[in-house]
């Protein structure tokens, strides 16, 4: 099935989506890539709907792309003795490790690592930012605060503390056991939470050891301020407005969203925009303008994917939704403004071959008005380099490595097909013209442009640019 558009779309799938003919509807109506929500959920469940989209996906024919989203460290307060509580503004209120009901003054907080972590001045978010407290003492195994934004508070709600690195792994107990079952089933990606420094997505890597790409969360300010580190070592990074737009001031969250896209694309690496896209879908068969306005933006940025949480996995109207949210960006795409700016904001090449190419690749078929680019990849590089390109012409990425053409449904642009690599040139030209006419992307007369590397089958050899006639006898190579 040839997408009408370039831009990708990650659905979620929960108890409103897991049956079979809704994984394969939600795929129809546009869906490239499935989330697996590991805050959620038994293993069996996830086991399930894994199993469910490799069917689609052998009944489609097309590589499918799964992603299994890691929960993370949750920073909770304890139970309070009498119920939910309120707080006033300007009252001392005490966070500590005592293991007993909270009151009025105080409340257990488990979690030694985030009490070694303040400092007075630290600023506490409780409850999805509804509340804010500021420290102002600390000793050993609690902090006295005082309320500055009070209002009711009851058992086990969040805590975000947005002005500080925390002394804790984003990798928790049950994180590496939903890892390590993850990665046993099969997925393509690994979604890591509470990232602050490089280092965390160094320690997921390691444990990974290459069994799937790994996805950066950015959701706290600390990983905004080591971006540049946090992308250089992620395979791809997820713009998680949900924490990001508690731990930071909401009227910051469109330029930090523009910072991170303009970064991942930069350093050519696959970036998602994600949560509350389509929020009102959950309940309503229509987003809001709003909404729709909100999808469109994030294209204009020049996001890789965007993303549906709640509206696929737990709404009323999954499939409306992804419908939607592809009619969407079909119709920003087509906006002559959106290639403007795509061109526009066309990073910087580096001094490598494989950069030369893709640049040369597409503006040949621009120059040649081609109807498709080929590009021959094993790892999955050279495609993401002809992704970075963000040019008009449609790209076909065939790989002989399936698991490859699986993390490659994330990437903008890239119609992953899983075949043989070419033996020889005259393979390679036939395979390529042959593929493009049966996926529908050229007919016979029309032209397309070839990258492969030399020798054959061999990753990051990218040296080879050549144009073909679909059907009839290749032109000269360039």
């Known amino acids: 099935m040839r997408r009408l558009r370039k831009t990708k779309i990650v659905a979620t799938l929960g108890p409103a989506s897991s049956t079979s003919e809704i994984v394969e509807t939600l795929y129809n109506a546009g869906a490239d890539v499935f989330r697996l929500n590991f805050s959620h959920g038994e293993h069996a469940d996830h086991k399930e709907r894994y199993d469910t989209i490799r069917a689609v996906e052998a009944l489609q024919g097309r590589p499918i792309g799964i992603l299994a989203d890691l929960q993370g460290p949750k920073i909770r307060v304890g139970v309070f003795k009498d119920g939910p509580i309120t707080l006033e503004k300007g009252a001392s209120f005490q966070l500590d490790l005592e293991d007993v009901p909270g009151d009025a003054s105080r409340v257990n907080f488990p979690h030694p690592q985030v009490l070694s972590s303040l400092e007075e001045g630290s600023i506490l978010l409780l409850d999805d930012g509804k509340l804010k407290l500021v420290v102002k003492e600390i000793?050993?195994?609690?902090?006295?605060?005082?309320?500055?934004?009070?209002?009711?508070?009851?058992?086990?709600k969040g805590v975000n503390v947005p002005?500080?690195?925390?002394?804790?792994?984003?990798?928790?107990?049950?994180?590496?056991?939903?890892?390590?079952?993850?990665?046993?089933?099969?997925?393509?990606?690994?979604a890591l939470s509470f990232v602050q420094r490089p280092d965390d997505i160094a320690e997921i890597k390691k444990l990974v050891a290459g069994r799937a790409a790994v996805m950066a969360k950015i959701e706290k300010p600390a990983a905004v301020e080591h971006l540049e580190g946090i992308i250089e070592l992620a395979d791809a990074v997820m713009v998680a407005r949900g924490d990001l737009g508690v731990e930071i001031p909401m009227q910051k969250v469109p330029a930090v969203q523009k910072k991170i896209i303009n970064a991942a694309k930069e350093a050519g690496k696959p970036v998602i925009v994600a949560t509350q896209m389509l929020e009102s879908m959950i309940s309503s068969p229509v987003p809001t303008r709003a909404e729709a306005t909100d999808v469109a933006n994030a294209l204009y940025d020049g996001a890789d994917a965007v993303m549906l949480s709640a509206e696929s996995a737990a709404g009323?109207?999954?499939?409306e939704a992804v419908t939607m949210m592809s009619d969407i960006a079909v119709e920003t795409e087509k906006d002559p403004n959106y290639s403007k700016i795509m061109d526009a904001k066309h990073g910087e090449l580096e001094a490598t071959t494989a950069d030369a190419i893709s640049a040369a690749a597409a503006q040949v078929a621009n120059t040649i008005g081609a109807t498709a680019i080929v590009t021959y990849t094993t790892s999955g590089s050279t495609a993401l380099r002809a992704s970075r390109e963000r040019g008009e012409t449609p790209v076909l990425a065939l790989t002989p490595a399936l698991p490859t053409a699986r993390r490659l449904a994330l990437a903008w642009g890239l119609h992953c097909v899983h075949t043989s690599d070419a033996k020889n040139f005259s393979d390679m030209v036939e395979k390529a013209c042959n593929t493009c006419f049966k996926e529908g992307f050229a007919r016979p007369g029309e032209r397309i442009v070839i990258m492969a590397g030399v020798p054959f089958g061999t990753p990051g050899s990218t040296n080879i640019l050549r144009i073909a006639w679909v059907g009839e006898k290749p032109l000269s190579g360039l």
Do not use: H
């Open 163 to 190: 002005n500080a690195i925390i002394n804790m792994s984003p990798l928790t107990d049950k994180d590496r056991r939903d890892l390590d079952y993850a990665l046993e089933l099969g997925v393509d990606w690994i």
């Open 139 to 156: 000793s050993d195994g609690k902090a006295v605060c005082e309320v500055l934004i009070g209002g009711k508070l009851s058992d086990r």
């Open 316 to 319: 009323e109207y999954p499939v």
